[in-house]
C-alpha cells in the first residue's frame, strides 16, 4: 500500500501564476488535511476535506486559495496569482477515520520568483 | 485555543549523548491527543508518537522515551545514546479527540547529533 503521494516534490511559479498542487491519500482514507511550513513560522493547518466535502478550511487564507477532494482522483490545493510570500512546504496527510490519526506526505516545496 | 510551545530553538550534543527535547502544551480540552513528528534534511514528516490524554504512562520504543506529564502540561521525549541520523527538526503537536483533529505544532527544535 503506497503511502501518501504528493507532486510535484518541488514546483516553481513566476508570481501571478497558478500553482496546482495534488496529493493521492492512501487506499481507503477518505479524509484529507493540508498543511503549510513557511519559513521561520512552522506548520499551520490550512484545511481539512472528505470526499466532495469541505469540512474545516478555518486555515486557509480568504483569497487565491482553494481545495477540492472530488469523488474521483486526487486532492487539489489551487494557488491563484501567487505572490512570494506563498513560498513554503506544503504537506498533505490522510486518514481512513480518526481514530486512526493521519498520515503526512513528502511535500510539495512551492517556490515563488 | 491550544498552544503547543517548544522553548529549545536548537540543541547540539554529541554522538551517544542523550538528549531532552521539551514540549508544553495549552488546551481547555478535557481530553486531547498529544504527537511528536520528526522533519529530518529530506524534509518529509516522520510520525514517532500519538498518545492519548487520558493514558500518562511514559512510553518507551528502542531509543526513544516519552515522559507525559499531565499535571504540569508537558510530553518530553528523550533520545538515549544518540546517532547522528537523530539529526533533524522535530515537532511535538497537539489536537482534539473530537471533531476535524487538525494539529497545532509547535515551532520545532532543530535537534543536531555531532560525531
Known amino acids: ?113 | 485555543a491550544q498552544k503547543v510551545t517548544q522553548a529549545q530553538t536548537e540543541i547540539s550534543v554529541v554522538e551517544k549523548e542523550d538528549v531532552t527535547l521539551d514540549c508544553v502544551y495549552e488546551t481547555r480540552d478535557t481530553t486531547y491527543y498529544l504527537f511528536w513528528y520528526k522533519q529530518p534534511p529530506s524534509g518529509e514528516l516522520v510520525f514517532l508518537i500519538r498518545r492519548n490524554s487520558f493514558d500518562e504512562q511514559n512510553e518507551i520504543s528502542g531509543r526513544y522515551s516519552w515522559n507525559f506529564q499531565k499535571s504540569t502540561s508537558s510530553f518530553n521525549f528523550t533520545i538515549t545514546a544518540s546517532q547522528v541520523v537523530d539529526s533533524a527538526v522535530y515537532f511535538c503537536a497537539l489536537s482534539a479527540v473530537q471533531g476535524a483533529q487538525k494539529l497545532v505544532f509547535g515551532q520545532g527544535t532543530r535537534l543536531t547529533i555531532n560525531p
Open chain 1, 1 to 113: 500500500n503506497a503511502g501518501v503521494m504528493q507532486n510535484p516534490r518541488h514546483l516553481v511559479r513566476r508570481r501571478g501564476q497558478e500553482a496546482r498542487l495534488r496529493c493521492s491519500p492512501m487506499k481507503g482514507h477518505s479524509h484529507v488535511y493540508w498543511y503549510r511550513q513557511l519559513p521561520e513560522e512552522g506548520l499551520k493547518f490550512m484545511v481539512y476535506l472528505q470526499k466532495e466535502n469541505i469540512i474545516d478550511e478555518s486555515g486557509m487564507p480568504k483569497e487565491r486559495f482553494s481545495a477540492e477532494f472530488p469523488k474521483e482522483g486526487p486532492s487539489i490545493l489551487r494557488i491563484q496569482q501567487v505572490v512570494r510570500g506563498d513560498s513554503a512546504a506544503y504537506f498533505c496527510a490522510s486518514s481512513p477515520d480518526l481514530v486512526y490519526g493521519y498520515t503526512f506526505g513528502s511535500g510539495t516545496r512551492l517556490t515563488v520568483v
